[in-house]
């Protein structure tokens, strides 16, 4: 099991993302794809509870086609079946994948034997039925009476061998479907291939046509039992369940209570206004998340009834009457509550609000005298009229909400052209189904020849129909999303940019339609998001074929390209090496490149194209940046030149530059900052050494922002300042001089030096008789720190500009990933050095692991620091606790639970006041225990808190005695 995942490898692990809430007891399991294959390497899957325990692992080898599906993990027990969120975790290699779903307090009731017989009835029943559907023959079996559960089996898996075809598996429930169809795909295969005889296949065919079965009847762990009996080849993996309506986080809350606080013109009263205050400021939100969101509502409506109120109409008046005597009530309310208990006469005002606009569309429709709906308008204008009677005689808005039928009606009957003509335009434009579409022009010509609104309204139900059969056909958005990822991932792997372009195109037409369903769109919208989902559930097998043919041919000529690639910078090697092998270090950098090249040919054996692409590419750029430096100036580094140590001197450089401008310029006035500026200096040396560069910029830039403030000449006769004109590209300098004499201008002077001490450029100007001066000078352009030095008489004053550099290096994802161990290392160093003391100076364990990370951190081998930072934790919990025979203290970490234990040696016999803290790794206090021990001098403390990874210490303060013990948090 990996104990380490490297992050230079992208995700290859797809689940069916289908995770929500289950309840206690109800059986759970995982299916999902693997992009690339990997030899003899296993799935491993982990199930960790709300309480960090491990609750299920499994080892799964996935089928050859990627596949893979976990057995039943039954949500029961002291460990697996307690309520709360847990965790699953999948490792396949270098790649892993993790994904939440969480346990309800309510216990799974599984189906008695006699659901499941009335079950597996109705589900022969609906299936012969669909079979004589689809071949044009009387169904199959009569209505099955047997209560016999094995019989109404036997004949449900005859049914399926007798009369399968690939157009019945749309009938399987769309959770199981994908792991079903990846069993039929690898059976028909191993037949095709002659590895299995006809009889065996037909053997697994109807074990996976029984687990169909018990699937659908509800006993699933039946069922999964079955299906992963099939092929025990399979590995198993989670499918993600849909998850439910996320909860909204604290921060989201607190924003939304800042906007409501800043609303102005709304219905909230002082006191609402108050109550939200707080809310906000005793950060209770969550509490009231709710009361909130209905909150939200009534004021969006409240605001859409304000607009509504300006509009100039008998019918619109009605509601602006309602609306108008109920807004004074509402600004009146002096609660939250109050004012949410009227959100149903608010959303009936709004809803008439509504009905009305939809009049208004209807109304302009007919009044447009226009060759395109003139006919149309003709057809439905004395409805129309009727209905306007109707509404003319209304009294109230209830009257108005009696015709939102009528309403609707109309509104359906005028979108249906426009609906069915932007369904057939988008269609044509994907190359979608023909006949499709020429049933959906039938449909324009009937509309157009429609005798009555009838007929119209029985147009508008046979294309909500056809939406309706589309909808059913495909598969769920679920299923969808996970079938593209999947296919992304493959086609990444095979640069199928081809391919890779319309699964992104199909993707976001996915995620649309995850949006939409969690909004409210308009019936032309669902129309049109229906007719691409439809295009991309046909889609989908066009693009596995296509991914699927890329043939060991395909395969060749791209692996070929890149292994003779990686062969021409071996050659080059080898070829170096008769002039330079003396020049320091070339022999090693000769090496160590050609291990990277091997790892270019190992992607390639492991199928990763894509990955050893990338590598080969980064490879010559580091040998044509490497050589260049070797004939630039053979011998310019003792250690000789890697593109690393290229970039190590580039960075020592700057700090070599910082030091002579601090010996340059150095005043009295800098001496209280110099150890700290030193520090800075150790810590960027530190970071260039360890290859963090991405940390080591930071440092630089925040050296010379440290340089900038406190290296400056300070003298008291002189106050001045410099600040950019942006517009003017022009640096100004404003101030003032001490003045004896107000009667006369005296001369100043300005040098501006280079960071070397060098001059840059030089001014002379003249005060006010007041002394105020102020001039300007155009601003140096190169990066760097410039000493402002300006002279008044004999007096002196600095004052230095800091042109920030704007670092170029690119950082691929091996780099990054190095930042990230480089920084835990030198949180690790300087926890050890402040808790460890003497114990850590003077252990030489803690030098042999450190140097073996150093070295392995100028190797670049992420496997190697990770292992030894382990080692570095482990020697920091056994050697570094403080121990006094006086104070024992033992801390222990499980399960989200400290207990911190221990005893004093003590002459008095009362109970005494103690001080515990914790520090993390960082040296950051995450604690601070106060509690009394015993007339004894026994104490214990439990702390039920979940600490994140790291290793912590637990220091106790007993009058002058200190004592810790650490512990490590995996």
Not at 808 to 831: G, K, P
Not at 942 to 954: A, L, P
């Amino acid at each position: 099991m990996p104990v380490y995942a490297s992050a230079q490898t992208p995700d290859r692990i797809t689940i069916l993302e289908n995770f929500g809430s289950y309840e206690s007891g109800e059986p759970l399991f995982v299916y999902g794809q693997i992009a690339n294959l990997l030899d003899d390497s296993f799935l491993i899957m982990q199930i960790i509870n709300p309480q960090g325990d491990l609750c299920q692992i499994q080892q799964l080898m996935p089928l050859s086609n990627g596949a893979f599906i976990t057995d039943v993990i039954p949500l029961k027990g002291r460990i697996c079946g307690i309520s709360g969120e847990y965790e699953i975790k999948l490792f396949y290699g270098d790649y892993s994948k993790s994904t939440p779903f969480t346990v309800s307090s309510d216990s799974f009731l599984e189906p008695d034997e006699e659901q499941m017989t009335l079950s597996a009835q109705n589900l022969i029943s609906s299936h012969s039925d669909a079979i004589g559907k689809l071949f044009d023959i009387p169904s199959p079996l009569p209505e099955p009476s047997s209560n016999d559960l094995s019989q109404l089996e036997n004949d449900f898996v005859d049914l399926w061998s007798e009369f399968f075809v690939d157009d019945l598996i749309i009938e399987i429930d769309p959770l199981i479907r994908p792991a079903v169809t990846s069993s039929f795909d690898i059976v028909q295969k191993l037949l095709d291939d002659d590895e299995i005889s006809f009889e065996i296949a037909k053997s697994i065919d109807e074990t996976i046509f029984t687990s169909i079965f018990y699937y659908e009847i509800g006993d699933k762990t039946k069922a999964i039992d079955l299906l992963t009996d099939a092929f025990v080849d399979v590995t198993n993996v989670n499918p993600d369940k849909v998850p439910n309506q996320r909860a909204p986080t604290f921060d989201e809350l607190e924003e939304t209570l800042l906007n409501l606080m800043k609303k102005s013109d709304t219905v909230m009263s002082k006191s609402v206004k108050n109550e939200v205050g707080f809310i906000f400021a005793r950060g209770t939100a969550p509490v009231f998340s709710d009361e909130i969101g209905e909150l939200i509502d009534v004021l969006s409506k409240s605001r859409y009834l304000d607009v509504v109120s300006r509009k100039q109409s008998d019918l619109y008046r009605l509601v602006q009457n309602d609306w108008e005597s109920l807004k004074p009530s509402l600004m009146a309310k002096e609660s939250i509550d109050e004012l949410i208990s009227t959100s149903i006469r608010v959303s009936e005002l709004h809803q008439a609000a509504i009905l009305l606009r939809e009049l208004d569309n209807v109304d302009r429709f007919i009044s447009l005298d226009s060759e395109e709906n003139s006919d149309l308008a003709n057809l439905i204008e004395p409805d129309w009229n009727a209905l306007e009677r109707d509404l003319a005689l209304a009294s109230s808005v209830e009257d108005i909400l009696e015709s939102e039928s009528k309403i609707n009606q109309m509104v359906q009957v005028i979108d249906i052209s426009s609906r069915i003509s932007k369904s057939v335009e988008i269609s044509q434009s994907t190359g979608g189904n023909s006949a499709l579409v020429s049933d959906w022009k039938l449909l324009l010509e009937q509309v157009d020849n429609a005798d009555s609104i009838d007929d119209i309204l029985e147009i508008v139900s046979e294309f909500d129909q056809t939406m309706t059969d589309l909808r059913e056909k495909r598969n769920p958005l679920t299923v969808l999303e996970f079938q593209y990822k999947s296919m992304k991932e493959k086609a990444e792997l095979q640069a199928d940019y081809e391919n890779l372009f319309l699964i992104d195109n199909a993707l976001k037409i996915l995620d649309t339609a995850k949006q939409m369903e969690s909004g409210s769109p308009s019936i032309t919208r669902i129309d049109r998001i229906e007719v691409l989902l439809s295009w991309v559930s046909d889609m989908s097998s066009k693009i596995q074929n296509d991914l699927d043919s890329y043939n060991k041919d395909a395969y060749k000529i791209r692996a070929s390209d890149i292994l003779q690639r990686a062969k021409s910078l071996e050659n080059l090697v080898e070829l170096s090496l008769t002039k330079n092998r003396f020049l320091p270090n070339y022999i090693e950098f000769a090496e160590t490149f050609n291990e990277k090249i091997d790892n270019v040919r190992d992607l390639v054996i492991k199928n990763d194209l894509d990955q050893a692409d990338a590598l080969v590419r980064d490879l010559f750029d580091e040998w044509r940046l490497v050589s260049q430096a070797y004939t630039d100036d053979p011998h310019g580094s003792d250690v000789g030149y890697t593109g690393d140590e290229i970039k190590r001197i580039e960075f020592r450089k700057k700090l070599d530059t910082f030091s002579n401008m601090v010996s340059t310029f150095y005043n009295a006035g800098f001496s209280e900052y110099v150890d700290k500026y030193n520090g800075m200096m150790a810590d960027a040396d530190h970071m260039i050494e360890l290859a963090n560069f991405v940390d080591a910029e930071s440092k630089i830039l925040e050296i010379g922002d440290y340089l900038s403030q406190h290296l400056v000449l300070h003298n008291d006769s002189i106050i001045y300042d410099i600040s950019f004109d942006a517009e003017k590209n022009i640096w100004v300098i404003n101030g003032a001089t001490e003045k004896s004499v107000f009667d006369r201008r005296e001369n100043l002077y300005v040098t501006v030096y280079n960071m070397d001490g060098t001059k840059h450029s030089s001014l002379a100007f003249t005060d006010t008789k007041q002394g105020n001066f102020f001039t300007q000078w155009i601003a140096p352009t190169d990066p760097g720190l410039y000493i402002v030095m300006l002279q008044y008489k004999d007096s002196k004053a600095s004052q230095i500009v800091h042109i920030e550099e704007d670092f170029d290096y690119e950082y691929n994802a091996a780099d990054l990933s190095m930042v990230e161990l480089a920084r835990e290392f030198e949180e690790l160093q300087s926890f050890a050095e402040k808790f460890g003391g003497e114990s850590y100076s003077e252990n030489s364990r803690f030098g042999s692991v450190i140097n073996e990370i150093e070295f392995a951190f100028k190797d670049k081998d992420a496997e190697n620091v990770n292992e030894n930072l382990n080692e570095l934790k482990s020697l920091i919990e056994r050697y570094l606790p403080i121990r006094n025979k006086a104070a024992p203290i033992m801390a222990e970490y499980s399960g989200d639970k400290l207990v911190i234990s221990g005893a004093l040696l003590k002459t008095v016999q009362f109970p005494e006041d103690l001080f515990i803290d914790i520090y993390d790794q960082q040296g950051n206090i995450v604690e601070e225990i106060a509690l009394k021990d015993t007339a004894g001098g026994k104490f214990s403390k439990i702390v039920n808190k979940s600490f994140d990874s790291g290793v912590y210490v637990v220091q106790l303060s007993y009058h002058d005695l200190v004592v810790s013990d650490f512990f490590n948090v995996k």
